[in-house]
């Protein structure tokens, strides 16, 4: 099992920043990829952006390209998520996912004037 715990969500005006911390726990060793989705109320949960636990590999949703960096650092078994550049639909809760299979509480984004 692998455990999730995701933080560094809040309010944020447009145009403003934040940075997205999940730190993983538990099987850590048996995970080959991390990402970050998000779901804004009353849509589905969407893919936001994914990174290869060697870091070689990252993608992201084309919304989201140009504006958030994820990286990782596996000495401390956490995955970032700098979101720069914010805009009010960029409002959701973030998951943080590992190996597509599990999935942090979740930490809410708000931008808003």
């Known amino acids: 099992q692998v455990q999730l715990v995701e933080s560094g969500g809040g309010l944020v005006q447009p145009g403003g920043s934040l940075r997205l911390s999940c730190a993983a726990s538990g099987r850590t060793f048996d995970i080959s990829t991390m990402g970050w989705f998000r779901q804004a109320p009353g849509k589905e949960r969407e893919f936001v952006a994914i990174i290869s636990w060697n870091g070689r590999f990252t993608n992201y949703a084309d919304s989201v390209k140009g504006r958030f960096t994820i990286s990782r650092d596996n000495a401390k078994n956490t995955v970032y998520l700098q979101m720069n550049s914010l805009k009010p639909e960029d409002t959701a809760v973030y998951y943080c996912?590992?190996?597509?299979?599990?999935w942090g509480q979740g930490t809410q984004v708000t931008v808003s004037s």
């Open positions: 996912n590992a190996n597509y299979a599990f």
